[in-house]
């Protein structure tokens, strides 16, 4: 055994997508090639003016500078409820069903070490946003993989799931607007979930992370809307991508209090808690004007036309996403996902991710990130025209 050497349940965890796709292009770049990356869900536009205002307040105020605690600040807790009521009609109580995460990615990652014992099983959206398998091999336990697939609207099969896996499952990790494919939750399906949780005494973890970013009138729903979700159920929300705010690691976890407070004993041993100039500044993101999350979504949805226009023209038919930031799309018939996007980057100068990054069902798509400035996607999708027509 070497110092360095990582731990086994490290060296299980397959390397990080992102990290693979970010050396590629550092590596294009410094060769001079002009490489265009479609790959990375980060908003390009900054933060709204009024978040960065109430950020740039709360920052100077010593009071806030103080380890925060887990629990959360009472205007974070009271922002978050006021705008659930709001926003989805959902009812939270600010002292018991919502804490502060540091991000979604910190909060599901700790509900799988809150949850999880070696040996477990959670079951986990294929395709999916990774920590959903990453989280339950990290904490020793075995992801069972949902798979996703277009004829069912992107949403589980979930008479499909195996007796034993359901039987020992503890968590369920669903996601929708979804992360990679775009779609929407079919009608009845949280219903279904909620059935299907209580049947096998598994907690649902929605990972609502894309609620605000949606186009052409729909309105994407809380899970917690859904009759009997609390008591089965959390739902995980992030202002990383409605609100441009990926780099503040702003979150919270909402519903089911008893599950809360299980997150909530585990973070008391893991970290210490969300600053509180940020908790203060989401709070403002959340009270505040709702004119910067519209149009950035039009300038999202103007893009997603370019990009699907675009796939057409060069023969890839792909319904256009009513949520989210990306585009999923079939690769070309002799095409794996990553021999297309191996392609797409040689003759294109462009990045796409390969759908089989995202899990094995993610096998044959690709997905294309609508965030960045119009006239790099404009000069992609131009790109991929001369170059793939
Ligand atoms: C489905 C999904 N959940 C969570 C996240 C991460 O959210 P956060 O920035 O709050 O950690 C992402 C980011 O791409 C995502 O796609």
């Known amino acids: 055994m070497a110092i360095a050497d990582p731990s086994k349940r490290l060296e299980a965890m397959p390397p990080y997508m992102f990290a693979e796709l970010e050396r590629r292009v550092a590596d294009k770049r410094a060769s001079g090639i002009d490489v265009i990356s479609l790959g990375i869900g980060d908003p390009d536009e900054p933060t709204y003016p009024?978040?960065?205002?109430?950020?740039?307040?709360?920052?100077?105020?010593?009071?806030?500078?103080?380890?925060?605690?887990?629990?959360?600040?009472?205007?974070?807790?009271?922002?978050?409820?006021?705008?659930?009521?709001?926003?989805?009609?959902?009812?939270i109580d600010p002292e018991s069903e919502v804490i502060p995460a540091i991000g979604a990615k910190e909060c599901i990652y700790n509900l799988c070490f809150a949850f999880l014992d070696p040996g477990g099983v959670a079951l986990a959206s294929d395709p999916g946003y990774p920590v959903y398998t990453g989280g339950p091999i990290l904490a020793g336990a075995?992801?069972?993989?949902l798979p996703l697939v277009p004829e069912l609207g992107f949403a589980p099969d979930l008479s499909a799931v195996p007796a034993e896996a359901a039987a020992k499952a503890r968590l369920i990790f669903l996601n929708y607007p979804n992360n990679p494919s775009g779609?929407?939750?079919?009608?009845?399906?949280?219903?279904?979930?909620?059935?299907?949780?209580?049947?096998?005494e598994i907690l649902v973890v929605h990972d609502n992370a894309?609620?605000?970013?949606t186009y052409d009138g729909y309105v994407a729903p809380s899970f917690l809307a859904t009759p009997g979700a609390r008591e089965v159920g959390v739902e995980v929300f992030s202002l990383s991508k409605g609100y441009n705010m990926t780099g503040w690691r702003c979150a919270a976890i909402l519903g089911n209090a008893a599950a809360i407070q299980t997150y909530w004993r585990l973070k008391t041993n893991v970290d210490s808690g969300l600053f509180e100039a940020?908790?203060?500044a989401g709070a403002a993101a959340l009270r505040g004007p709702r004119g910067s999350l519209e149009?950035?979504?039009?300038t999202y949805a103007r893009r997603r036309d370019l990009v699907v226009g675009a796939l057409r023209e060069i023969g890839v038919e792909v319904p256009?996403?009513?949520?989210?930031?990306?585009?999923?799309?079939?690769?070309?018939?002799?095409?794996?996902?990553?021999?297309?996007?191996?392609?797409?980057?040689?003759?294109?100068?462009v990045i796409v991710s390969p759908g089989s990054m995202y899990?094995?069902?993610g096998e044959g798509f690709f997905r294309i990130s609508l965030t960045t400035p119009d006239d790099r996607i404009s000069e992609a999708v131009e790109r991929m025209r001369k170059h793939l027509s």
């Open 278 to 280: 940020v908790q203060l």
């Open 50 to 91: 009024h978040i960065v205002a109430a950020m740039r307040e709360a920052v100077a105020d010593p009071a806030n500078q103080k380890y925060p605690s887990n629990r959360g600040r009472a205007e974070f807790r009271e922002a978050f409820a006021g705008f659930y009521e709001e926003r989805f009609g959902v009812e």
């Open 320 to 349: 256009a996403p009513k949520g989210t930031i990306y585009v999923w799309a079939p690769v070309p018939e002799g095409h794996t996902s990553t021999s297309f996007a191996e392609l797409v980057l040689e003759e294109a100068a």
């Open 359 to 361: 899990g094995p069902s």
């Open 142 to 145: 075995t992801p069972e993989l």
């Open 295 to 298: 149009r950035i979504n039009e």
């Open 210 to 213: 894309y609620s605000e970013t």
């Open 183 to 200: 779609a929407v939750v079919p009608e009845g399906f949280f219903e279904l979930v909620v059935s299907f949780a209580r049947e096998h």
